[in-house]
């Protein structure tokens, strides 16, 4: 029976061809794949690494996020679970009121706050600390429930979705972000790693 061709020879493992020119076609792939990606200015670059330390984020996190949306991140929608609010507690831990004391003026900080505990109970407990706050959609919430609670969150601040990063502590938390079409989703513990700069 004839092989058939382009099929593998018995023991090959189906890696890369070490024929001659390996080397060079490896090369020349890797140069024409970085010719494709965009470019920066340095100065843009700069004020990029600038933006993402006052945001506190890494600035790969940052630059996937920016790149992905198209634009800025205006502001942060936080689950109550990334706030490491238990039910009925209406007071922040000190650790995640300073990091987001921190964080103001830099971009907006939504709350979506679980049953029981009460959205207006944490702003009264902590004034200033949020520029909007309200209801997370329950874990029972269909897709479109979780979409219209979301963007109904966003709109009452006139917030653009691609310009809002969710913060995250819970894989259902994670779906808000494709169901409400948001910029992206960080994890709370990379999120609050590193405060925000000055």
């Given at each position: 029976?004839g092989?058939?061709?382009?099929?593998?020879?018995?023991g090959?493992n189906?890696?890369p061809t070490?024929?001659?020119?390996?080397?060079?076609?490896?090369?020349?792939?890797?140069k024409?794949?970085?010719a494709?990606?965009p470019s920066l200015?340095l100065e843009?670059?700069r004020?990029r690494?600038?933006?993402?330390?006052r945001l506190?984020?890494?600035y790969?996190?940052y630059?996937t996020?920016?790149?992905t949306?198209g634009h800025?991140i205006v502001?942060?929608?936080f689950?109550?679970n990334?706030?490491?609010?238990r039910?009925g507690?209406?007071?922040?831990v000190p650790s995640v009121?300073?990091?987001?004391?921190?964080?103001?003026?830099?971009?907006?900080?939504?709350?979506?706050?679980y049953?029981?505990?009460?959205?207006?109970a944490?702003?009264?407990?902590?004034?200033?600390l949020?520029?909007?706050?309200g209801?997370?959609?329950?874990?029972?919430?269909?897709w479109r429930e979780?979409?219209?609670?979301?963007?109904?969150?966003?709109?009452a601040?006139?917030?653009p979705r691609?310009?809002?990063?969710?913060?995250?502590?819970?894989?259902i938390?994670?779906?808000w972000?494709?169901?409400?079409?948001?910029?992206?989703?960080?994890?709370?513990a990379?999120?609050?790693?590193?405060?925000?700069?000055?």
């Amino acid at each position: 029976m004839g092989e058939r061709p382009g099929s593998a020879e018995i023991g090959h493992n189906g890696g890369p061809t070490m024929e001659a020119g390996f080397g060079f076609r490896k090369l020349a792939w890797t140069k024409a794949r970085r010719a494709l990606l965009p470019s920066l200015p340095l100065e843009v670059v700069r004020l990029r690494v600038t933006r993402a330390k006052r945001l506190g984020l890494p600035y790969q996190t940052y630059a996937t996020i920016r790149a992905t949306s198209g634009h800025d991140i205006v502001a942060f929608l936080f689950s109550g679970n990334a706030l490491d609010l238990r039910p009925g507690q209406a007071v922040l831990v000190p650790s995640v009121t300073a990091h987001l004391d921190a964080l103001g003026g830099q971009a907006d900080r939504i709350g979506a706050i679980y049953a029981p505990t009460d959205p207006q109970a944490i702003a009264a407990s902590q004034p200033g600390l949020f520029e909007g706050l309200g209801r997370a959609p329950g874990f029972t919430a269909t897709w479109r429930e979780t979409r219209e609670g979301v963007r109904a969150l966003l709109a009452a601040r006139g917030l653009p979705r691609d310009g809002v990063v969710l913060v995250a502590a819970t894989s259902i938390e994670r779906g808000w972000t494709s169901a409400a079409g948001l910029a992206g989703t960080i994890d709370r513990a990379t999120f609050f790693a590193t405060p925000p700069a000055a």
